[in-house]
């Protein structure tokens, strides 16, 4: 019987910086600091590096999407 190799191949995922988390979002690096002391974004801790996987950015962006809301015109009686 011939022997069977199988290869495992790892794809490395992009992980993000504070810097590069703070200009995907567009906003300042302080503010990725606080969102993360804060609680209100997901990230991973190695050691001391704050890092962020694109879905946790993505997330955190969707959450602050708000829908539309049709505005409601009055039509003004001018007549009066």
Known sequence: MASEQTQITFVQE????V???AA?????VSTVYNLT???R?????TGK???FRREFLD???DSRTFDIIPAQ???MDNAR
């Not at 992009?14 to 910086?17: E, F, G, V």
């Not at 995907?24 to 300042?28: I, N, P, R, T, W």
């Not at 974004?41 to 801790?45: A, P, Q």
């Open 41 to 45: 974004i997901r990230f991973i801790k």
């Open 24 to 28: 995907y979002l567009h906003v300042c």
């Open 37 to 39: 002391s804060q609680r």
């Open 73 to 75: 015109f009055e039509v």
């Open 19 to 21: 810097e590069e988390a």
């Open 59 to 61: 997330e955190y962006m």
């Open 49 to 51: 590096q704050i890092l």
């Open 14 to 17: 992009k992980l993000y910086t």
